[in-house]
């Protein structure tokens, strides 16, 4: 599938126009339901090969909850590389981890996320996963807003990678 396909299918899935408020905060005319094109079989398997293209050097796969575990799961599937979910918080029961799947220490593992607007959530899983061992290759997101998460995933040490922008769905309407 051509980029501009790509894009234009996401567009079709998933962009809304009205008044949201973001994860970071922010409020926005349009929001991108990766709920919606993350659904979409024919979208997550090019997603998941686009990400799986990336892997590089990594040995792991990680996806934070909730929004990026399919991603996560279809890249696994794509590449035939083991993948894990990082928790927002332990769960308080049970095994009570915050990383579920093989043990991330001493592994090299590319973090994969849906929409980049300031990468809050990539960043904080990103560290979940230092802490615990990891060395994070690269943070790539599916789409970027363009509204800083590049510049902040750099400025905190890591390669940034979006396989689409904000333009790039915009230029698909």
Do not use: C, H, W
Not at 140 to 150: K, S
């Amino acid at each position: 599938m051509e980029k501009d396909d790509l894009a234009r299918r996401i567009r079709e899935a998933a962009y809304l126009e009205g008044d949201f408020v973001l994860r970071s905060g922010r409020r926005s005319k349009y929001y991108l339901d990766k709920y919606l094109f993350a659904a979409r079989p024919d979208i997550l398997a090019e997603l998941a090969r686009r990400f799986a293209e990336r892997l590089g050097d990594a040995e792991l796969i990680a996806g934070a909850e909730l929004g990026a575990v399919s991603l996560a799961a279809a890249t696994s599937l794509a590449a035939g590389t083991p993948f894990v979910i990082v928790r927002k918080a332990a769960k308080g029961y049970g095994t009570d981890k915050q990383i579920e799947g093989p043990d991330v220490a001493g592994r090299r593992v590319m973090l994969v996320e849906d929409i980049g607007t300031t990468a809050g959530a990539a960043l904080e899983a990103a560290r979940v996963l230092e802490d615990a061992g990891a060395t994070v290759t690269q943070i790539v997101f599916a789409v970027d807003r363009r509204e800083g998460a590049g510049e902040n995933v750099e400025a905190a040490g890591y390669a940034f990678d979006a396989m689409l922008t904000r333009d790039d769905i915009e230029r698909a309407g």
